[in-house]
């Protein structure tokens, strides 16, 4: 009697730890349970220790009522310019009520998939693959509207969708990639250009600049090399005017020079001018060597510097250091040679001297041109200065 009298409070002890275990329900934070009573719903568990019937309540399995994010796979949508495209999604979503979660749909994350793939059709469907790839905050908009609304009986709030990628054919992507390509190549070519203009602008600039400067620079050096040789050429032609210089003493300068263009490098021979006898004939003048070639009267003796043409002969013989022969038979004249060779060098100095002023009187018709030169030039940079 003891043993089964202890047993049998072991089995009541056992049965209402049972009871006790199966009546309490300790639901965590967040989460929520549909109780049912003889299959019919009672109520929803709140967190915390909930107490229940056993063996007349069912307790469901538990909701969580935190946002949760699921990923849907690829689904193939059209496009309208008919091109297929992979779109991955992501969906957040949270449960607000438990008790329509559980009973208005059967799986409410395949719902939500199969939902978000169909109004993706209808949402692509209306775009070309172009705004497809550039109106994605558009399309997660949209997506987001029409996906709460639908799922708003089944307890359900969508807080975001977002498209994760798109995938166009691969025909599709390299003919992007080609077009992407070619639109930097016509970037680069066009900023390569702009460089190149912008350079080609600038030296330009820059040549422009420099050549008006230069230009500058040259016309004022002109102006002042012209009135530099205009005072010159003024100076020099003002001082032989003042002078009044003798044809004599212009004749001998000019016998004076023609040495000096015969001791010139590179000269191998040198011409006389025509104008040397004109210079001698000046310089003989000027000595009285007019008097030279005119002979004595007959019978007559010749004047003081007066020489006759047979004793000029005789003075040019005796000149040389050789006697000469008599004219009409008289004898040969040997006398001092002295005489003579001054006469030669008197001769040869009026020359030189006809001859200089010859040549100042050419120089001055030259000088003249000159200065006339100079004063257009001066005048023709005065207007280039006034422009």
């Known amino acids: 009697m003891l043993v089964a009298e202890i047993v049998i409070a072991a089995v009541v002890a056992l049965l209402v730890v049972i009871t006790v275990m199966r009546s309490v329900r300790i639901v965590p934070q967040a989460r929520a349970r549909n109780v049912e009573r003889l299959g019919r719903y009672r109520k929803t568990l709140e967190p915390g220790l909930n107490f229940v019937l056993p063996m007349v309540d069912r307790v469901k399995p538990m909701i969580d009522l935190r946002e949760q994010v699921v990923s849907f796979a690829g689904a193939p949508v059209i496009t309208e310019d008919n091109l297929v495209v992979l779109i991955d999604t992501v969906l957040f979503f949270q449960v607000t009520d438990p008790r329509a979660a ?203 510097g007066e020489v006759t043409g047979t004793a000029a002969a005789a003075m040019l013989d005796a000149g040389t250091g050789q006697p000469g022969p008599a004219a009409d038979g008289e004898p040969a004249v040997t006398g001092d040679p002295a005489p003579n060779a001054d006469l030669a060098t008197a001769e040869e100095a009026a020359a030189q001297q006809a001859a200089e002023a010859a040549h100042t009187r050419d120089e001055l018709a030259e000088v003249e041109q000159e200065v006339a030169a100079v004063q257009r030039q001066v005048a023709e940079a005065e207007r280039f200065g006034h422009r």
Do not use: C
């Open 102 to 304: 559980d009973y208005e749909i059967v799986d409410y994350i395949q719902a939500i998939e199969q939902i978000t793939a169909t109004m993706l059709r209808s949402v692509i469907g209306n775009m070309d693959l172009e705004e497809t790839l550039t109106s994605r905050d558009k399309i997660n908009t949209m997506l987001r509207g029409v996906l709460d609304d639908a799922s708003g009986k089944w307890g359900l709030r969508v807080t975001r969708v977002e498209i994760k990628a798109i995938d166009p054919p691969k025909s599709v992507i390299d003919a992007m990639e080609k077009q992407m390509r070619a639109e930097r190549e016509k970037r680069a070519a066009i900023l390569t250009a702009e460089g190149v203009r912008q350079s080609k602008i600038l030296t330009a600039e820059g040549e422009k600049q420099s050549q008006i400067l230069t230009a500058e620079g040259d016309k004022q050096s002109q102006i002042l090399r012209a009135e530099g040789q205009a005072q010159a050429i003024s100076t020099v032609f003002q001082a032989v005017h003042r002078n009044d210089a003798d044809p004599k003493v212009l004749a001998y300068q000019y016998l004076q020079t023609l040495p000096q263009l015969a001791q010139s490098e590179g000269n191998t021979f040198w011409v006389i001018p025509s104008e040397v006898t004109t210079a001698l004939k000046t310089l003989s003048g000027a000595f009285g060597g007019d008097s030279a070639g005119q002979p004595a009267g007959p019978g007559q003796p010749g004047q003081p």
